[in-house]
């Protein structure tokens, strides 16, 4: 695909296209610990995200698994068909990973997800995978070590914000490893790290992904403000809600929150029992 500033960051055919985040994994001990993180046993289901030249596929079909790929990159998709391609277990979509049908992909079944993930795009792709959690159990993700650290953050860490409450709504994030930039050709000009997103089953409130995104959105706005400011600054059909039990104070004492509080501040239980209060 057509940028063409990528040759100039190609490290060996075809070309690693920087406008698509390629940066191929090439230290085949992280390939190994990435692969036994997943835990795959014969006749699981893993969606890859964009397979690149096939440094994590390999090793997943060798697990026994199946393997559902999907890669944006024509020039990619010709080598992996020719390398994959024979084998019953391995499927491929050339897609834009953001545009596919994932109910389509996994085609019924609880499957997981593996990926060194491209990182321009590793946002919406981790807010698609929480929008559709109900279909994966696990997903094992690179990502920029930055990102990783962010969405494992502890309730009161400052890097805490609108992406890491709302994985949290959806899964158990863990931070596994540190992979450094020398594992990748070419090599990033990014540290990364692996991170487990474990699905949470049990249902964590009353309130829907909307209402809690609209929630949290509001909540972070400004994240040097207080929690207590940003909710009465919130616009929209939040505001009328917060207004409707009385106001920002009040939601938060009814939650049990102090008034002084940064929402990098709450924990889990917080979050329910505000969202309750707004929207039960
Ligand atoms: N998995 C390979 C590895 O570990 O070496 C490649 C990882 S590379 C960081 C990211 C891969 O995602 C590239 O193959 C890139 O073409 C692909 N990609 C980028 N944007 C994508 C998208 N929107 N949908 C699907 N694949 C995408």
Known sequence: MGDPKD????DRKPFAKKSLGQNFLVDVSYVSK?????????GDLVVEIGPGRGALTGRLLETGAQVAAVEIDRDLSRLLEKEFGGEARFRLVT???LETDLR??????TAKVAANLPYYVSTPILRKLFANRDLFSELVVML?????ERITAAPGDS???FLTVLLERGFDAEKLFDVPSGAFRPVPKVE???VRLSTKRSKTDATTDAEFEELASAAFRQKRKTLKNNLGAAGGSLREKIEKKG???LVLEQSGIGPSIRAEALTEEDWRSLAEVIFG
């Open 7 to 10: 040759k100039q960051t190609s």
């Open 34 to 42: 990435i692969v036994s993180a997943l835990g795959l046993s014969e």
């Open 95 to 97: 897609a834009d990973f």
């Open 104 to 109: 389509d992909i996994v085609g019924g079944r």
């Open 144 to 148: 920029q070590k930055e990102v990783a």
């Open 159 to 161: 890097a805490r914000g």
């Open 192 to 194: 990364s790290a692996v």
């Open 247 to 249: 106001g920002a104070d």
